[in-house]
């Protein structure tokens, strides 16, 4: 049984994942890789399934049933993340193919429209490379600056140099709701409202955050927030940017095709209104219905005791860490998600992946795609645990005996 919290038993959501059922290596599968990506409920899975099986049509066009239903179907999922998301309208809501995705359409429309040479675009140093690399590309192009928002001891953004970066120059504030390798998570709202005092927008990456707990972007009062669906038990392929109406309304079209426009001449070509200009193509119609499927999953239960579950499993796998010897953990922010990030002393982290997955646990060895993150601590590469609504306490147990055995087995 896993550690329990208010209304939330992990065994209620783990029912729901066929593949933790399977075995790896010979072991029953501990997926400690959420971070990477999360793995998907039967009812994600089937919702696929019954797409392609009775529905399956491209959408907006063509007068026939299953163009009707399919559309029904993407605009629902529309509508429902919007309210996920507590956004005003279904309209401020841009389906793209993730995270990345969304960040890269923000920096090449809205940011070729309104960056000029002297802008400057404030990145914390914790954020993963997607939401630095976008600014850079830019930048480079229109000639702003990207300028890095250090970091404290215990990696939280240092509220005291962000301040002193802002000034009129300031264009763009890009902050990641949760660090992925940090686990950090900022005071995004009291971040913004200085951002705004300057005239800055704010850009909200929340790739690391929907999964663990409500998001309201309203309150937050962001400009733009983005997310992968694959990171919170939906499809790979699929992700949402979110915009504030008057930024959409005002922000030219990224990439051109079908769906974006209004009228095509060799004249004169006219744009549809957002969401729709900013979607060119056929977008991933099977994504939104899995999506869809995954958002009506996580919100069946009460959001706010799976936090309380989680931040309660972290501290119990931090204190369970902290015994292995040579183990040290990065990043130690008092507001984070249950990302642990550890050196383990005299091994390659690479090694102590693969010494986990030959007990079938499964965690992320690498630079986490956050260089920076990681320099701030003078490493290259780290181990990372990273998890979600479905893991346990004994879970935490396996991965802390199998380091044991690793730490024993070293030659000392
Ligand atoms: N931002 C953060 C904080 C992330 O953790 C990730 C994925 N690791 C991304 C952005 C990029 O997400 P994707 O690869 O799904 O576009």
Redesign the pocket.
Known sequence: MGRQSGGFSPETARKDFPILQRLVNGHPLVWLDN??TTQKPRQVIEALAAYYSATNSNIHRGAHTLAREATEAYEAGRAAVAEFLGAASPENIVFV?????A?NLVAQSWGRANLGPGDDILVPVL??H??IVPWQLIAKETRARVVPVPLGPDGQIDRTAYADLLSSRTQLVAI?H???VLGTVPPVREMTALAHRYGAKVLV?G??AVAHFPVDVQEMDADFYVF?G??IFAP?GI?VLYGKPEVLESMPPWQGGGNMIDSVSFAHTTYAPVPQRLEAGTGHISGVVGLLAALNWLTSFDRGAVAAYEQGLMSYAQQALSMVPGLETVGAAPDRIAVLTFTLAGQDPATVADWLDRDGIAIRAGH??AQPALAHYGLETAARASLALYNTSEEVDQLVASLRRLTDSAPS
């Open positions: 971070a990477a193919r993730g995270t990345t995705e960040i954020e993963h997607s939401d990641s949760a660090s992925n990456d790739a690391q992968s694959h990171k790979t992700g986490h795609c």
